[in-house]
């Protein structure tokens, strides 16, 4: 194969932008993720309706994380609300063997966690915001996640009975 078509070009470069578009690709996925893997948990837990946010909370760190992750964060923070709270995660599985590239310091890289979530969650009514506030990557001592309780999707067919 020639490699005329490439004489010129820096190949740090091109990295960088398949990076850059492999990367976003897998995260804009994670919301389409978590919309199949809501199926999927709920068929592997027979746990009923939660009562409240808090229970949520719970069965998100305890059931779901442990699940798919093999890990437990730590569910803290909590608003006065009960609206809002943050999952601590002191090992992300994600970010194993991962270094922030040069120039990317501010890249949420396990940002695909916030979809699956807010996918996930959508699946069962909930419309809950997800973001990063902290990050171990960007030398954070711990990476938290947020989660706020915007609204129950009322209009939504309930997962099971379409
Ligand atoms: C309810 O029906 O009210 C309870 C719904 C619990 C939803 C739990 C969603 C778990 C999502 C797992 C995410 C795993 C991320 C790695």
New binding site residues.
Partial sequence: MSRQGTRGVDPRKVNGELFTLTYGALVAQGYNI?VR??ED?LARNN?S??NDFRE?AD??SK???KM??GITPVVSNWSPAGDEFSLLIENNPLADFVELPPGHNNLNFSNL?CG??KG??EM?Q?DVDVRFVQDQLKGDNITELRLKFLRRLEDAIPVGED
Avoid: Q
């Fill in positions: 978590g893997l809501i948990f746990s309706r939660c949520t069965i998100i059931v779901g994380f798919y992750l966690l699956v979530l996930a969650l069962v909930m």
